[in-house]
């Protein structure tokens, strides 16, 4: 039997408007909200992330943060 989905957690997080506007085309596209999209893709992140390109992106985001947020 699948075990029941419940959303018992709700973090407080700030997103950037393009990732916010991205998430909900990605989540309106599973037929899923927000919250549960999350939920899905943090459960299966190793079989839905690229780890090396994962990466690269991240020093690229973690290089060009500061120049944003001005």
């Not at 990605?26 to 994962?54: M, Y």
């Amino acid at each position: 039997m699948p075990k029941r989905l419940r959303l018992t957690r709700r973090p407080n997080i700030a997103m950037s408007e393009d990732g916010y506007r991205k998430l909900r085309a990605l989540a309106a596209e599973a037929g899923l909200d927000e919250g549960e999209f999350l939920s899905f893709l943090f459960e299966h992140w190793g079989s839905v992330i690229n780890d090396e390109k994962f990466v690269a992106r991240l020093r690229v985001f973690n290089s060009e943060l500061d120049e944003r947020k001005r």
